[in-house]
């Protein structure tokens, strides 16, 4: 089981910006799909997007799942993997979490293994 940890989430104005951050001190990430996801309160968790470990088919590796204000990205060398998000709206305000997984790297949140406890952000004026 691996231990992740997100931080990053903080309270930003409408239009702003934020890079979230996950790691583990277990193991290295990089043999991992790394998987991001949020949830609002009375909502389902959505998935954002995955970084692969190469290890999955081409079509589902290091995919974006909500488009245009989203990124994912690795740092290896860290071990730390990367949620940028862009141009934040109200809409974004949720716990955002990062999973890993061996063999998958879509948008299901039940294909994944070890969750973090999330990181909140905020979106308000």
């Known amino acids: 089981q691996v231990q992740l940890v997100e931080s990053g989430g903080s309270s930003v104005q409408p239009g702003g910006s934020l890079t979230l951050s996950c790691t583990t001190s277990d193991e290295k990430l990089d043999g991992y799909n790394v998987g991001w996801f949020r949830q609002a309160p009375g909502s389902e968790r959505e998935g954002i997007g995955c970084t692969s470990n190469g290890e999955v088919p081409s079509w589902s590796s290091d995919s974006i799942f909500i488009k245009g204000r989203f990124s994912v990205s690795r740092d290896s060398a860290r071990n730390i993997v990367y949620l940028h998000a862009n141009n934040l709206t109200p809409d974004d305000s949720a716990v955002y979490y990062c999973?890993?997984?061996?063999?998958?790297?879509?948008?299901?949140?039940?294909?994944?293994?070890?969750w973090g406890q999330g990181t909140q952000v905020t979106i308000s004026e």
């Open positions: 999973a890993t997984s061996r063999l998958y790297c879509g948008r299901l949140h039940r294909m994944y293994d070890d």
